[in-house]
């Protein structure tokens, strides 16, 4: 197999999975282990992919974010810890919004058996997580559905979301900037996130060390309009001295974001 050849077949790979390992490259396009790190070396050099232990993770473009399947797969552990912190911020009684997201996905799932809980959702996986949680009223937003990540968006959500003024809003961000700036890759999810945003009394940011500086083209908002900020890891100066002055309340996990 010719070099132009394995490049597209382990970028196929990635796109596919999120991550590819160098000992599976290695055994299925039956190469050395040696010949896919130098592989991996030059697609990381192209901007295509970002080199992790062991392997390599798919690096998104400024317009168009990962796949959402292989979304899943990046930053997992740091994804659930952010889940069950951010989970843990909402008392019995409370009314939220949970919006589009993998990392929303997983404070779904650490808040099922809870009860007295009201749940609005443009997001169909978090109905399909909720649903066995008798104690979890589900109310769905409606609108279209997009078939990539099963969320509802467009004029019809929005002017759906704009009837409540809910306790707390779970929110998610395909990217961060230093300057505070959430970013986001489809200007219809963005419109849903805003008016999400403004419906709620507190407003809860949930995303991994991953985010920070990656590419996107339309701005959510600023992180000024979020009370508490959970993630993994904040390694950023800037950033964490913007979030102090604008009195965000910053939750590190520690998991690894890997």
């Given at each position: 197999?010719?070099?132009?050849?394995?490049?597209?077949?382990?970028?196929?790979?990635?796109?596919?999975?999120?991550?590819?390992?160098?000992?599976?490259?290695?055994?299925?396009?039956?190469v050395?282990?040696?010949?896919?790190?130098?592989?991996?070396?030059?697609?990381?050099?192209?901007?295509?992919?970002?080199?992790?232990?062991?392997?390599?993770?798919?690096?998104?473009?400024?317009?168009?974010?990962l796949?959402?399947?292989?979304?899943?797969?990046?930053?997992?552990?740091?994804k659930?810890?952010?889940?069950?912190a951010?989970a843990?911020?909402?008392?019995?009684?409370?009314?939220?919004?949970?919006?589009i997201?993998?990392?929303?996905?997983?404070?779904?799932?650490?808040?099922?058996?809870?009860?007295?809980?009201?749940?609005?959702?443009?997001?169909?996986?978090?109905?399909?997580?909720?649903?066995?949680?008798?104690?979890?009223?589900?109310?769905?937003?409606?609108?279209?559905?997009?078939?990539?990540?099963?969320?509802?968006?467009?004029?019809?959500?929005?002017?759906?979301?704009?009837?409540?003024?809910?306790?707390?809003?779970?929110?998610?961000?395909?990217?961060?900037?230093?300057?505070?700036?959430?970013?986001?890759?489809?200007?219809?999810?963005?419109?849903?996130?805003?008016?999400?945003?403004?419906?709620?009394?507190?407003?809860?940011?949930?995303?991994?060390?991953?985010?920070?500086?990656?590419?996107?083209?339309?701005?959510?908002?600023?992180?000024?309009?979020?009370?508490?900020?959970?993630?993994?890891?904040?390694?950023?100066?800037?950033?964490?001295?913007?979030?102090?002055?604008?009195?965000?309340?910053?939750?590190?996990?520690?998991?690894?974001?890997?």
């Amino acid at each position: 197999m010719a070099v132009e050849q394995r490049h597209e077949a382990i970028l196929g790979l990635a796109r596919k999975s999120g991550r590819v390992t160098v000992e599976a490259l290695a055994d299925q396009l039956q190469v050395s282990r040696q010949t896919i790190r130098k592989d991996l070396n030059d697609l990381c050099d192209q901007g295509l992919l970002n080199r992790v232990h062991g392997g390599a993770v798919i690096a998104a473009g400024g317009v168009d974010n990962l796949e959402y399947e292989a979304r899943r797969v990046l930053a997992r552990e740091a994804k659930e810890a952010i889940g069950a912190a951010a989970a843990a911020l909402i008392p019995e009684k409370a009314s939220l919004f949970i919006n589009i997201g993998t990392t929303t996905e997983e404070v779904a799932k650490a808040l099922q058996g809870r009860t007295g809980l009201l749940v609005i959702t443009n997001n169909l996986n978090v109905v399909d997580i909720l649903a066995a949680s008798p104690g979890i009223e589900v109310i769905v937003v409606g609108g279209r559905v997009r078939s990539a990540d099963r969320a509802s968006v467009g004029a019809f959500a929005v002017d759906f979301i704009r009837n409540f003024k809910v306790d707390f809003a779970v929110i998610g961000a395909s990217a961060m900037d230093e300057d505070g700036s959430l970013l986001d890759f489809d200007i219809n999810e963005v419109q849903v996130s805003q008016t999400i945003i403004h419906s709620s009394r507190r407003v809860i940011l949930v995303a991994d060390s991953q985010k920070l500086g990656r590419p996107a083209p339309v701005r959510i908002g600023h992180i000024g309009d979020v009370h508490v900020f959970v993630t993994d890891r904040l390694d950023s100066p800037t950033l964490a001295a913007r979030c102090e002055a604008q009195g965000v309340r910053v939750i590190e996990t520690g998991a690894a974001s890997a």
